[in-house]
Nanobody
Framework: QVQLVESGGGLVQAGGSLRLSCAVS????????IGWFRRAPGKRRDLVAY???????VELGSVKGRFTITRDNTKNTVYVDMKSLKPEDTGVYYC?????????????????WGQGTQVTVSS
């Protein structure tokens, strides 16, 4: 059974930074790609960044240049470092892993999910 456990969420002022962690129960390489979704209040889950199978990292949309994915293989942990946070970054952040072939990158494509961690950015 694969487990993903997020941590690091909290309340931060606009312009601040946070680091979210995703501890996985198997090696990162066995579970790639590993993604981060955000569910803003009243909205659907959107993919904001991911670690690809070729070890490249991709940041999407409004988080480009502000969010960075890193990894620590010794801890089986993937991080997303978030800086210059904005109130619109508020939401529950979910770590996901392992894609179903042919399903694209939307929420239904990912096999494994963490429980989520709340990030609130105050203005």
């Amino acid at each position: 059974q694969v487990q993903l456990v997020e941590s690091g969420g909290g309340l931060v002022q606009a312009g601040g930074s946070l680091r979210l962690s995703c501890a996985v129960s198997r090696s990162i390489d066995s579970l790639k790609p590993i993604g981060w979704f955000r569910r803003a209040p009243g909205k659907r889950r959107d993919l904001v960044a991911y670690l690809a199978r070729d070890n490249s990292t991709v940041e999407l949309g409004s988080v480009k240049g502000r969010f960075t994915i890193t990894r620590d293989n010794t801890k089986n942990t993937v991080y997303v470092d978030m800086k210059s946070l904005k109130p619109e970054d508020t939401g529950v952040y979910y770590c996901t892993a392992d894609l179903r072939p042919g399903y694209g990158l939307g929420p239904t494509a990912w096999k494994y999910w963490g429980q989520g961690t709340q990030v609130t950015v105050s203005s």
